[in-house]
């Protein structure tokens, strides 16, 4: 079974600042996606950025960017420019490729304030 | 639909009552979850839906939890006896397939308080 680690519960960041939240994961196996979302106040949660373990290159959307050490299992998230609207829970995210490949397994989450 | 929809938004029910929890995914996703998101928790799985096929239960935390699919569209998502522990946000997902490469959509979940 896989497990899925965020190490830090709460993290506060000033606005335009950079931060960086951390996820290790446990797996034996060696195909897989990391996914990392983002539930603000409303609830909904919105799909940040993904990465798929076959590819070395780290994903980037805009200004979130991820560092993948696959030796390491680890999958850490990078906001650069922080804005007010990024205050949110982050979950990290692990899902199997291929087989019954189609559940999630969750992190506990970190919520991350942006301070203006 | 445009995107993932649950209903009711908020629910407050009284302990021993049974209520019911409805998800409309996405129109054209094979692919239906149920997720339960707990205070101070990460999110558990609870139940797979994928076309006609029999759903995987295997997140069910109960018999009094069960859940169908009607014309592979809408869901619903029953808990019967409600018990304080069972009060959370509930929520649903949608995928295009079963593979999910790209993740999930979710909606905005239903949270459900037992009193």
């Known amino acids: 079974a896989q497990t899925v680690t965020q190490s830090q519960p709460e993290m506060s960041v000033q606005e335009a600042e950079t931060v960086t939240l951390s996820c290790t994961y446990d797996?034996?196996?060696?195909?897989?996606?990391l996914f990392w979302y983002k539930q603000p106040p409303s609830r909904q949660m919105i799909l940040v950025i993904r990465?798929?373990?076959?590819?070395?290159q780290n994903a980037t959307e805009n200004r979130f960017s991820v560092n993948f050490q696959k030796a390491a299992k680890s999958f850490s998230l990078k906001i650069s420019d922080s804005q007010l609207g990024d205050t949110a829970m982050y979950f990290c995210?692990?899902?199997?490729?291929?087989?019954?490949?189609?559940?999630?397994?969750f992190g506990k989450g970190t919520l991350l304030t942006v301070n203006p | 639909g445009a995107g993932v929809s649950q209903s009711p938004s908020n629910k407050v029910t009284e302990k021993g009552k049974d209520v019911e929890l409805r998800c409309d995914p996405i129109?054209?996703?094979?692919?239906l979850y149920w997720y339960r998101q707990s205070l101070g928790q990460g999110l558990e799985f609870l139940i797979y839906?994928?076309?006609?096929?029999?759903?995987?239960k295997s997140g069910l935390p109960s018999d009094r939890f069960s859940a169908e699919r009607t014309g592979g569209s809408v869901s619903t998502l029953t808990i019967q006896r409600t018990q304080q522990e069972d009060s959370a946000v509930y929520l649903c997902?949608?995928?295009?397939?079963?593979?999910?490469?790209?993740?999930?959509?979710f909606g905005s979940g239903t949270r459900l308080t037992v009193v």
């Open positions: 990465q798929e373990a076959y590819k070395q």
């Open positions: 129109s054209g996703h094979t692919a």
């Open positions: 997902a949608s995928s295009l397939d079963s593979s999910a490469l790209y993740g999930y959509t």
């Open positions: 995210a692990f899902m199997k490729h291929g087989g019954s490949n189609y559940k999630l397994t």
């Open positions: 839906f994928q076309g006609n096929s029999a759903p995987d």
């Open positions: 797996t034996s196996e060696n195909n897989y996606y």
